[in-house]
DNA sequence: GTCTATAGATTGATAGAC
DNA sequence: GTCTATCAATCTATAGAC
């Protein structure tokens, strides 16, 4: 169900997918969903939830690296290949958004800012060691963050382009931007 | 009833706005606004096609900059300043895009690439006379807009930063990414 | 645990009075 | 050009049989 509910929702949006169509997908009636997911919202919820673990399991077991350019190349690396390997999670996660709950878009909320924290807190550690430089940290997280996530509007696997030379080249343009 | 829709569409989404929804916001009755709009979708297309049709204008009235630098420092500071003042068309125009029908899609999708193509240019040529290092010039076109998109996700006017300020900082980036 | 059936609400769009 | 009224379809969610 939740995989089938993850194609649909990043295919078509939540709010024009039906629990019929849901549980088309699936093969049962929808009544059947029912025993799955207490309603449609915490299907949503649910979704989004488990991604963002994922992220933070993911990004927690990665290994850790000493110095601050490494560090950032790690952090970009890492993201860039979580995102790939996962972009309807990443496009649900980004798009649906509004169509949560107030209290269950705080709960993501969290999750998304404890994971930008880890990139801020490696470009101001980096910054005061004098290794970058970077007039915000905050907004240079978010910069940094927008132009990896750009990644998922265009990489196909099978095309022009491998994942280790994508990888290259946003780590490139990163690098560049901050030393 | 177009700036109705505008503002509702980007908190909602469109599959969750109805024409009763906007009716309402407008003061009428929802079988008035067919009066204005044969259909809902047509309502979308519309507000999207207008977005981009204004985006093209504006920036070919923008002044022509000779160096490659300067070029590309106009295009980095035009793209802020007019994402930045029409918020709500640029999350709609974005966002649901999955929501028009093939054929509208395809129109708003050749605005977009004609858009994007005048960034490149601008890569290309300070590539070819050496001003620029850029590993893929189709790349970096969408990782400096993806990058500077994502100014929309967090900035308030009236906030920390002043506008100037904030076309400052991802002008640096910008720069640093590609020289 | 899945089914059929359905309640109760809402949807986009239209018809016809005024 | 807006209104009321409504059609026909669709929606989420539930009840009860099996």
């Known amino acids: ?30 009544g059947a969903l029912y025993n799955y997911t207490p309603d449609k ?3 949503l919820f649910d979704l989004m939830q488990g991604h963002m673990d994922d992220l933070l399991n993911a990004r927690s077991q990665e290994p850790v690296c000493t110095s601050a350019l490494a560090r950032l ?20 996660s980004y798009m649906e958004l ?15 800012r404890r994971y930008e924290g880890e990139l801020e807190t490696i470009l101001r550690d980096g910054r005061d060691i004098g290794a970058f430089h970077v007039a915000d940290t905050k907004i240079t997280t978010l910069a940094i ?12 696997s099978g095309g022009r382009l491998s994942l280790p030379e994508v ?13």
Chains 1, 2 share one sequence.
Do not use: C
């Open 1 to 30: 169900m939740r995989e089938a509910a993850l194609a649909l929702f990043a295919q078509h949006g939540y709010a024009a997918v039906s629990m019929r169509r849901i549980a088309q997908e699936v093969g049962v009636q929808a």
């Open 41 to 43: 919202q915490s299907l």
């Open 73 to 92: 190349e790690a952090f970009s690396r890492f993201h860039i290949r979580f995102h790939l390997e996962r972009p309807q999670a990443v496009f649900i």
């Open 98 to 112: 509004r169509n949560l709950t107030p209290r269950n878009f705080a709960v993501i909320e969290d999750l998304r």
């Open 145 to 156: 963050i927008a132009m990896l996530n750009g990644v998922n509007t265009w990489y196909r």
């Open 167 to 179: 990888e290259a080249i946003y780590w490139d343009m990163v690098r560049k931007a901050v030393t």
